[in-house]
């Protein structure tokens, strides 16, 4: 079976660029989130979107901004990058709480 | 605000010796609790969870064990071996239908020595 599924898995973008993750779920999981990770830190909760409609949103700034599709695929969209936007952005699929899986992740770098 | 945390950032324990890694939450809503494993390069894989309404729950060499009277959970690995080198993260999840938001904690490193 495929896991989750992230693209591209590394990423260069320059300062005020804009730049889209995409994400597939595991076939059969309708929710999707999003994630960034900070090296040296934990993952911290950016969207979850649950049957088309956000049903979470974290504490980053409107640049930032997702939606999910009717096959369920995500993508994450960040407008005028900043340096401080590099990062590993990592997808989860759930059909529930206790099925979080989680892609490898694209690892974004701005400069 | 509320957040989970670790005590320890890194832990070196020698192979086939048990590891006991903590976590410190705060949030008094959180009722599902998940310990996931990270290598490097990959993304965080599920290990054990545990509800609430329990104080302990086994797997497969691991055990979690959760205190909600001092909001503490710890994760032990026993007979510790090389592929259990990662950083381990604890998360948790407020109850509340729907709730698939997870905070997570910043993450102990595991290193085991042959």
């Known amino acids: 079976d495929a896991g989750v599924t992230q693209s591209p898995t590394h990423l260069i973008k320059t300062r005020g660029q804009h730049v889209t993750l995409r994400c597939s779920p595991i076939?059969?999981?309708?929710?999707v989130s999003w994630y960034q990770q900070v090296l040296g830190q934990g993952p911290q909760f950016i969207f979850q979107?649950?049957?088309?409609?956000?049903?979470g949103r974290g504490n980053f700034p409107d640049r930032f901004s997702a939606r999910q599709f009717p096959n369920y695929s995500s993508e994450l969209n960040v407008n005028a990058l900043l340096l401080g936007d590099s990062a590993l952005y990592l997808c989860?699929?759930?059909?529930?709480?206790?099925?979080?899986?989680f892609g490898s992740g694209t690892r974004l770098t701005v400069v | 605000g509320e957040s989970v945390g670790l005590h320890l950032p890194t832990l070196s324990v020698q192979e086939g010796d048990n590891s006991i890694i903590n976590c410190a939450y705060s949030?008094?809503?959180?009722?599902?609790f998940i310990w996931y494993k990270q290598e490097s390069g990959k993304g965080p894989q599920f290990i054990i969870d545990?509800?609430?309404?329990?104080d302990k729950r086994q797997g497969q060499r691991v055990t979690v064990l959760l205190n909600k009277t001092v909001k503490h959970l710890s994760l032990q690995i026993a007979a510790t071996q090389p592929g259990d080198s990662a950083v381990y993260f604890c998360?948790?999840?407020?109850?509340?239908?729907?709730?698939?938001?997870?905070?997570f904690g910043k993450g102990t490193k595991l290193s085991v020595i042959p």
């Open positions: 545990i509800r609430s309404n329990m």
């Open positions: 949030n008094s809503a959180s009722d599902y």
């Open positions: 979107y649950y049957e088309k409609e956000e049903r």
């Open positions: 989860a699929s759930s059909f529930s709480r206790a099925g979080y899986t």
């Open positions: 076939s059969g999981h309708k929710s």
């Open positions: 998360a948790e999840t407020p109850s509340g239908a729907g709730s698939y938001q997870l905070t």
